[in-house]
Structure formats: structure tokens, C-alpha cells
């Protein structure tokens, strides 16, 4: 009977057809969008700070896409779905749902998103400059744009506008190009009278187009230049002759130079050249071992005039002005006090803004600055989102390109911390007034200053990592100290000193200022010292740094119990980087510099260096991307590894199997014979020239036809995985495939790295 009763009840389970099948994921999908819907109506969140997200992630997107299809289909998909939620969730048909809050967050954010792609993509067609096609040693006659003094290094950075020799015949647009000036060249008797901007000068140089990055994950210095309009750069060969001196030595680049001048002599040697990057931004004198303890202790952004130098000059002048102001009754009984004050502040802001070489960082930071004086001006709070999201609109709207530098993303990821922080339940909780002793009161100010000092350190530690390859261990420690000691010492007995000086009186003011810069390269360089400072870590994903990103914006913008949710996105970065593979293989794009990671007797990992030169560029690159901070190792003499003068030879073990290395050291004659029967028993060859097609390994050739077409190589043996530089370029403007080589050639280096061409490259290829 049971079983009847079973079989009976089955019989009459009705059996779903496809429409009610599709009805059900319809109503799904309508309780999703409700609940979309009312979350954004329910959040209370500030819109503006995620516009401004939305237009930078635009922009990211276009950097990130290599080629022209591509920029064009997100522009066509963003573009088309505003379009399309318009007219679905359109209030006037009273037949559809109309969701308002789902309906303006999709229309708004994919326009917005589709104008940061556009402006970006205008920005580089406009701005960017074509680089020379080869190396050459050419005559150049032009201009003075810049003229950057770099006595540490002695030698001048002159910036001309140009016509080479072709150019000129045909009247071809002037170039902007860079030259290396050394002090040598002038025969020790100092820079000529007139040699500033505006001058005419005619030299002979050696030029370089701008370099492409070394390895993938390397500094893009020609997408660098490209947006700085920079066709190449060099050193000068021979004499300098001027032509035509500048007409006006009273601009502000001069005025910037005899500043800087004039504090070096009055502040000598290191703390000397620190106090003139303060007060003009010129640091051109800093020696490079001090550049590096700065870096290595997380000091670094001391040096760049940016927020901390910017807000620093306008709180001073604000402040002073609204005490100064305030002793005059009949003045502060007609006049609103903060709002002259501001003016006061606004005006030193700019002042120094211009002074200090208005770079992209500062003027971010001027703008910043000065919209926190207006929400003084006016009563409102000083430090909200709001301001942070004009602030970056603002200057994405003028440089876009400043999204992907290190520079903006730092800054805005330290003034983001900052407010969240700030903004939270428990710190709130912990700075309200109470009725306690004022020792307390000061021991929870500097608890403040700890807490906001590793929170700006965990903060920015993902963006170090990706552009840098190192974290600092006691970056807040030291900063604790740095800071206030910059800000309220330094900064300010420099100031004082500038200003004593018209009187003669600044000697006691620049000692003050001396002693407290020696303090804080002695932090520096304590802080370097330490076991531990810094921590080397191979290049992590783009998706890593993304997860980092979309947890941490989360956990800043969000308000309420919502924002925990952030935490689950930075979760998962933190084991994609504890994940990050360790490349076997470095492969520098001229072929001639090879790192290769192995593990010692005690299990410490190495470096192994195919030449031991004296380049501190290529051995830092390869010891960064590699994680490793040791020395490198000569390959010759590495156990097991056997060398000519010609080739080196070594056998590592991946993947459960040995892989052999077969590794070109030189340009000395191989018979070739010999040179395929090596080729035949290796996996991998390496190869500074070109290697004949009797050359067969039995996995991968990288000779100069390959290397040219794929620039700098990272390979993972053990997964066969290969990442060049080329692959991530596309059809960016800054990037350019030799014209000598054919289809047929790039045909093969697709098929040698495993990556399916795209129709687009092909067809630009043969073009």
C-alpha cells in the first residue's frame, strides 16, 4: 500500500515546462534587482567617491587592454547598456518596474566608465610622441624647454624641442628629446651665463628611443615618455655651444634654482640637499645611498613635495594669518577671519605649488589643500570623501594618465585610510573628550599617530608591492617619528631661516634646520640597517592588486555593517600573494643579462647572474623580480654550471624533470656544427645575436629575432608558462614591433610562447 501511495504521488508531481521554467528565473531574477534596489536605496553612501573609482577603472581599462577592438567593444558595451537601462527601467512605461536607484547606477556608472576609457584614449593620441625609430648620433640645434641641475650626479638635465636632420630637410614638427649635460663639459668653469630655458644651444648627441620595460613587471619608461612628449633621450658627445641666451632669467625656474642654490649654502652636504628638495623641490642633490635609505625605511615620500610639504606651508600660513589677523579688533569685528585666512593659505599654496616645479603630485596636492580651505571657509568638514573624489577627478580629468603611477595611487589610498579611520566607531569612541589628564590626553594622540601610521602602511603596501616589488617592515615606526619631525621642525626652521636671512639673522634658524635633518637620516639609515627592513616579493597579478583594491574601496567608501564585506576580497589577495609563483627564468630584452632562481644547500633561495656587471639598474630589476635579496651569484661560478667564452651551460631541476640551460655570454665564433649539437641538448637557449635555424632546442630559441619581438621574457619551467613584455603592449602607441621583421617571424615567436595571435595584431603586423 505504501508503495501504491509512492508511486501515486509521483504520478501527480506536476512536471515544470520550459516557459514556467523560465518564469521562475525570471522571478529570481526580479527579487535580485529589488534587493539591489533597495540596498542602494537603503546604503546612505556618498556617490561621488565611487564616480570617481568608476572613471580611474575606466582608465586602468584601457591600459590594460591591449589592443583598438578591444577599447573600442567596452565603449560600445558601456555605452549600450546605459542605453539599454534607460529605456527597461524608463519611468514613463508604467508596464515596466521602473528600480530608480538600479536604473541611475547603471546608466551613470557605464557612462562614466565609458568616459574614462574615451579620456584616456584622446589623452594619448594627443600628447603622445613618436620615438625615434633607432639609436643615432645626431647634431641637434633647439630650444631649452627644462633645465634640471643634478649636482649628486654632476651633470645638468636639459630638455630641448628639436629637429633632427631628416625632420628638418623635410620641416618635419620639432621633437622633444633629453640630453645628459656631464659638468665635465663645461671645462670646470661652471654653467654659462644664459644657459636656461629659452636658450638656442647646438650639440652633438648620442640618442636613445625611450626604453621599453627590461622585464615584464620592469618601470615603462617609454609609456612614461610617451605621455611626457619625449622622442628620446642621451648624452651629450663634445662641446656644448649657446647660440642664443634666454632672454628672461627671472621666471620661476630660475627663481627655483637660486632658492635651491642658496639653501645648499647654507645648510651643507646630505642634510643640505634634503632642505633645498623642501624648499624648491629640486632634488637633484641627494646622493644615492641616502635616496635608498629613505626608500628602504619607507621615508621615501619625504622627498616628493605632495600633501604632507603642501598641507604643511598652508596650515602655517593659515594659521599665522588667523592669529596675526585676530590682534586687531577693529579687523576682526568687520572681517570673517577663516575666510581671509584662507585666502592667505590658498595663496602660499599656490605660490609654492609653482615654486617647487608644479608636478602632477603637487598640484594634486595644492588642489586637495585647497578645497579642505574652502570647507573652512564655509563651515563644513574639512576632510570628507567628497573632497577626495573632486580632488582625483579633477586631476584625471587633466592627466589621466597619472591612474596607473604609483604616485596617485599612493596619495589617494594614504587620504582614503586617513578618513575612513578618522570616520569609524571605535576610533571616535577613543578620541572623545573626557575628563582626564592632559598626559593622557597626548598618550592617545600619539596612539593615534601609530594606529593612522600602520593603517596608511597596510594601506599602501599592496601598490608598493606592484610597482616596487618590496614592503617595508618598520615603515610606521619610522614615519611616527619622521613626520611630526618634518612638519614641525624642519619644514618650519627653514621657513624661518629663508626669512631671517633678508635680516641676516638665519644662522641659529638653518642650524636648527640642519640638526633636525641629520635626525632624520639617522632614521633612515638605522631604519635600512635592520634585519628584516625590507622584504623582496616577485611581481604579483594584476587580479591581486585588483582584489586589494575593490576590499580596500570597499572597506573606505562603504558606511555601516556593508563594509565588512571588504575584508573578503583582501582575504583572498593576501593568499594570491603568498601564491605568487617564483620565476625560473629572467630574460632582460637585449638578451645579454639572464637571472636564473635556484635554492641553495640550506634552502636559501639564490640568484644566479649571466654577467656580473656593474649595472645597479639590471641587478636590482633582476633581484626584485625574482624575490630575492641576496647578491647575485655569477653563473661561472656556480657549481655545476660550465662556462666558455661563448656559452655557459647549466642544468636545473623543475617540473620533476632537469631542464639545460643553454646560455650565450658573448659574440665569439661558434662553429656551427658544434653549435646545433649543443642547441639539440638543450631545452632552452639564450642568445644576445642571432642564432642560425640549425639552432633547434627542444623548447625555446630566444635569440635577437626572438627577443625583439617579445622584449623582456619571465618563465616558469615547471608550467611551461611564459610572460613576455610584448604581450600586455598591443597597440598602445608607446610600443613598436622593428619594421624588418615579417608575419612569417612573428608567426613563429607566437607559436615559441604558446599565445594565439589576435586578427587585429596580425593585420597591424602586415601593414
Not at 591591449?66 to 555605452?79: N, R
Not at 608644479?358 to 578645497?371: F, G, I, K
Not at 624661518?496 to 632624520?520: F, I, K, Q, T, Y
Not at 656580473?612 to 630575492?628: C, F, I, K, P, Q
Amino acid at each position: 500500500m505504501g508503495d501504491d501511495a509512492d508511486g501515486f504521488a509521483a504520478a501527480e508531481k506536476p512536471t515544470l515546462g520550459p516557459w514556467q521554467t523560465l518564469r521562475g528565473l525570471s522571478s529570481r531574477r526580479t527579487r535580485l534587482l529589488d534587493s539591489v534596489d533597495r540596498f542602494l536605496d537603503n546604503a546612505g553612501f556618498d556617490r561621488a567617491p565611487w564616480l570617481a573609482v568608476i572613471f580611474a577603472s575606466g582608465i586602468v581599462t584601457w591600459f590594460v587592454l591591449p589592443y583598438a577592438w578591444q577599447w573600442c567593444l567596452v565603449l560600445a558595451l558601456t555605452v549600450g547598456s546605459a542605453f539599454a537601462a534607460a529605456v527597461i527601467w524608463n519611468p514613463d512605461h508604467t508596464f515596466y518596474d521602473t528600480r530608480v536607484n538600479v536604473r541611475l547606477a547603471v546608466v551613470v556608472c557605464s557612462l562614466v566608465f565609458a568616459a574614462g576609457v574615451a579620456a584616456i584614449w584622446i589623452r594619448s593620441s594627443v600628447v603622445g610622441a613618436e620615438p625615434i625609430p633607432a639609436p643615432q648620433v645626431a647634431l641637434l640645434e633647439g630650444r631649452i624647454l627644462a633645465r634640471e641641475d643634478q649636482p649628486a650626479d654632476n651633470r645638468l638635465r636639459l630638455t630641448l624641442a628639436v629637429r633632427l636632420s631628416q625632420e628638418a630637410a623635410n620641416h618635419g614638427a620639432a621633437r622633444m628629446v633629453r640630453v645628459n649635460v656631464p659638468m665635465a663639459t663645461f671645462g670646470g668653469q661652471g654653467v654659462p651665463q644664459g644657459l636656461s630655458e629659452g636658450a638656442v644651444v647646438r650639440l652633438r648627441a648620442r640618442l636613445m628611443p625611450p626604453a621599453s620595460p627590461m622585464l615584464p613587471g620592469s618601470y615603462d619608461f617609454a609609456r612614461a615618455a610617451w605621455f611626457k612628449g619625449l622622442s628620446a633621450t642621451g648624452t651629450i658627445v663634445g662641446p656644448l655651444q649657446v647660440l642664443r641666451n634666454a632672454n628672461d632669467q627671472s621666471d620661476i625656474a630660475s627663481l627655483q634654482r637660486l632658492l635651491s642654490s642658496h639653501v645648499r649654502n647654507r645648510v651643507e652636504g646630505s642634510p643640505g640637499a634634503i632642505a633645498a628638495a623642501f624648499a624648491s623641490g629640486d632634488r637633484g642633490g641627494i646622493k644615492e645611498s641616502d635616496e635608498l635609505a629613505m626608500r628602504d625605511s619607507g621615508l621615501t615620500h619625504l622627498l616628493s613635495i605632495s600633501g604632507l610639504h603642501v598641507s604643511a606651508v598652508i596650515a602655517a600660513a593659515y594659521f599665522v594669518t588667523l592669529k596675526l589677523l585676530a590682534l586687531w579688533p577693529a579687523v576682526a569685528l568687520r572681517m570673517r577671519l577663516p575666510v581671509a585666512s584662507a585666502t592667505i593659505g590658498a595663496l602660499a599654496g599656490v605660490g609654492y605649488t609653482l615654486l617647487t616645479g608644479a608636478e602632477v603630485p603637487t598640484v594634486r596636492s595644492c588642489v586637495a589643500a585647497l578645497l579642505v580651505l574652502g570647507a573652512l571657509a564655509l563651515g563644513r568638514e574639512a576632510l570628507s570623501l567628497r573632497m577626495v573624489a573632486i580632488a582625483a577627478g579633477f586631476v584625471l580629468m587633466l592627466w589621466p594618465e597619472s591612474a596607473i603611477g604609483p604616485s596617485f595611487q599612493m596619495s589617494f589610498a594614504a587620504v582614503l585610510a586617513i578618513i575612513a579611520l578618522s570616520n569609524s566607531a571605535p576610533v571616535r569612541a577613543f578620541l572623545t573628550p573626557r575628563d582626564e589628564p592632559s598626559l593622557m590626553k597626548a598618550a592617545r594622540r600619539v596612539v593615534m599617530l601609530f594606529v593612522t601610521g600602520l593603517v596608511i602602511e597596510l594601506a599602501l603596501m599592496p601598490i608598493v608591492l606592484f610597482h616596487f616589488h618590496r614592503a617595508g617592515m618598520y615603515g610606521a615606526l619610522a614615519n611616527v617619528i619622521a613626520i611630526p619631525l618634518v612638519t614641525f621642525v624642519s619644514m618650519p626652521m627653514i621657513a624661518v631661516g629663508l626669512l631671517l636671512d633678508m635680516l641676516g639673522l638665519g644662522a641659529p634658524a638653518w642650524w636648527l634646520a640642519a640638526r633636525s635633518l641629520d635626525l632624520l637620516l639617522a632614521i633612515a639609515h638605522f631604519t635600512a640597517a635592520l634585519n628584516g627592513a625590507v622584504t623582496l616579493i616577485p611581481q604579483i597579478s594584476g587580479y591581486t592588486v585588483g582584489m586589494f583594491a575593490l576590499g580596500g574601496l570597499w572597506l573606505a567608501l562603504w558606511q555601516g555593517k556593508v563594509r565588512i564585506a571588504g575584508i573578503m576580497p583582501v582575504a583572498l589577495a593576501i593568499v594570491m600573494t603568498a601564491m605568487t609563483p617564483i620565476p625560473d627564468l629572467l630574460i632582460a630584452g637585449d638578451g645579454k643579462h639572464v637571472g636564473i632562481t635556484v635554492n641553495g644547500s640550506d634552502g636559501s633561495r639564490h640568484l644566479l647572474s649571466l654577467r656580473d656587471g656593474r649595472s645597479t639598474y639590471t641587478r636590482d630589476n633582476l633581484m626584485e623580480l625574482a624575490g630575492v635579496s641576496a647578491k647575485p651569484i655569477p653563473l661561472a661560478k656556480w657549481n655545476g654550471a660550465e662556462c666558455s667564452s661563448a656559452f655557459c651551460t647549466v642544468i636545473i631541476n623543475r617540473g620533476a624533470r632537469d631542464w639545460v640551460l643553454l646560455l650565450g655570454r658573448g659574440r665569439s665564433q661558434v662553429e656551427e656544427r658544434a653549435l646545433a649539437a649543443a642547441c639539440a641538448r638543450a631545452d632552452v637557449v639564450v642568445s644576445e645575436r642571432y642564432l642560425p635555424r640549425s639552432c633547434r632546442p627542444r623548447w625555446l630559441k630566444a635569440d635577437k629575432r626572438y627577443l625583439r619581438m617579445s622584449g623582456g621574457l619571465s618563465i616558469n619551467l615547471a608550467q611551461k608558462y611564459i610572460t613576455t613584455v610584448a604581450q600586455s603592449q598591443g597597440d598602445h602607441g608607446w610600443w613598436r614591433i622593428p619594421s624588418d621583421l615579417k608575419d612569417r617571424k612573428f608567426k613563429e615567436y607566437q607559436i615559441a610562447t604558446k599565445l594565439k595571435p589576435s586578427r587585429a595584431s596580425l593585420r597591424k603586423r602586415q601593414r
